[in-house]
């Protein structure tokens, strides 16, 4: 399965071949936990062929947020992630049962992959129009969502950064242990070795 990574907000345009069981080709964005994502693909034009797309995490739990079959032309589509990692946009083309394998290889659609997440994924404009704000007001409707966009990046970075550091006393602690357990074993194999020397020396009459 080929992948794509790309930054937060990313457009992209590629070639997608057709088969008869195509690999998926996937897009992968890195979102936080409970982020607004809008995926925007235009297909374009190529007959006998059929474009499915489907939007999934790479979080332990696999989420599948959405699968959409044979979109053509503009399809816009919009989720909410449920978890932290890496979202991934995944397209199969796939061939008409009725054209020969061998023609597959002339077989192919342009896509362009548009792909916005966190406060770059709000449609300011649509809110301006629905609540009448002023263009100022609009304005500190952007800022006040990018704020809280990178107060967010912040809180996730101070978290893993508690994580790291807890891993890293975790680590220290088991290797003191371990260093402690050594110089036990070894402090204990010195005495009896030896013990063992005096008791054998003792009975070749060697030492009194």
């Known amino acids: 399965m080929p992948y794509v990574y790309c ?5 992209i345009k590629f070639t997608l071949q057709s088969y008869r069981y195509p690999p998926a080709k996937c897009i992968w964005n890195t979102a936080h936990d409970n982020a607004l994502v809008i995926v925007t693909a235009i297909v374009g034009p190529g007959d006998d062929q059929r474009v499915d797309i ?3 995490d790479s979080s332990p739990q696999k989420n599948k947020y959405l699968s959409k079959k044979n979109i053509k032309d503009e399809t816009r589509l919009a989720i909410t ?5 890496e979202v991934g946009v995944c397209f199969k083309n796939y061939l008409g049962n009725h054209v020969p394998s061998q023609d597959a290889p002339n077989k192919s659609r342009v896509i362009d992959l548009d792909v916005d997440i966190g406060a770059d ?5 649509a ?3 629905q609540e009448s704000l002023s263009g100022l007001e609009t304005e500190m409707r952007k800022l006040e969502g990018l704020v ?6 912040m809180t996730y970075l101070k978290k893993r950064e ?3 550091t807890n891993t ?3 680590t220290r602690d088991r290797v003191q242990s371990f260093a402690l357990f050594t110089i036990f074993a070894l402090v204990a194999l010195g005495v009896w070795q030896i013990l063992h020397l005096r008791s054998f020396f003792k009975r070749k009459y060697l030492i009194d």
């Open 7 to 11: 930054s937060a907000s990313s457009a």
């Open 54 to 56: 489907d939007i999934v």
């Open 81 to 85: 992630t449920h978890a932290e990692g």
């Open 121 to 125: 994924a709000v449609d300011y404009n």
């Open 127 to 129: 809110i301006a129009n």
């Open 148 to 153: 809280t966009e990178i107060v967010g990046e």
């Open 162 to 164: 508690e994580k790291f």
């Open 168 to 170: 890293n006393e975790s």
